[in-house]
């Protein structure tokens, strides 16, 4: 029942920024913590971020610390992903993915099978 949409992506430079955007649908968003995922051609679905309901906890892969932030507006239903000095191995189509789940460690943040609801993701290319 839950739906995912993402947007922001597209064609960047080297060293650029953008800011990708998640919006769900419903009522119930403050029920899930929310998290982006990426997958580039030829390679498997890897965690970027996670953020908790009320935005307490934030989680990130060491591959984007420092370069990437993750937040979420609750009033709008939006979770964002603000991408700073992108290199081109962040090329991707990046998700957004919903948990109603609770997680106390790092590594279980990273395992996408415990999202419940995905997005159809947004292309992000990052030219050298």
């Known amino acids: 029942q839950v739906r995912l949409a993402e947007s922001g992506g597209g064609l960047v430079q080297a060293g650029g920024s953008l800011r990708l955007s998640c919006a769900a649908s419903?009522?119930?968003?403050?029920?899930?913590?929310m998290g982006w995922f990426r997958q580039a051609p030829g390679k498997e679905r890897e965690f970027v971020a996670r953020?908790?309901?009320?935005?307490?906890?934030?989680y990130y892969a060491d591959s984007v610390k420092g370069r990437f932030t993750i937040s979420r507006d609750n009033a709008r239903n939006t979770v964002y992903l603000q991408m700073h000095s992108l290199k081109p191995e962040d090329t991707a189509v990046y998700y957004c993915?919903?948990?109603?789940?609770?997680?106390?460690?790092?590594?279980?943040?990273?395992?996408?099978?415990?999202?419940?609801?995905w997005g159809q993701g947004t292309q992000v290319t990052v030219s050298s």
């Open positions: 993915a919903a948990d109603q789940g609770i997680v106390t460690s790092a590594t279980a943040a990273r395992y996408a099978p415990r999202y419940d609801y």
């Open positions: 419903g009522r119930t968003f403050t029920n899930y913590a």
């Open positions: 953020i908790s309901r009320s935005a307490g906890f934030t």
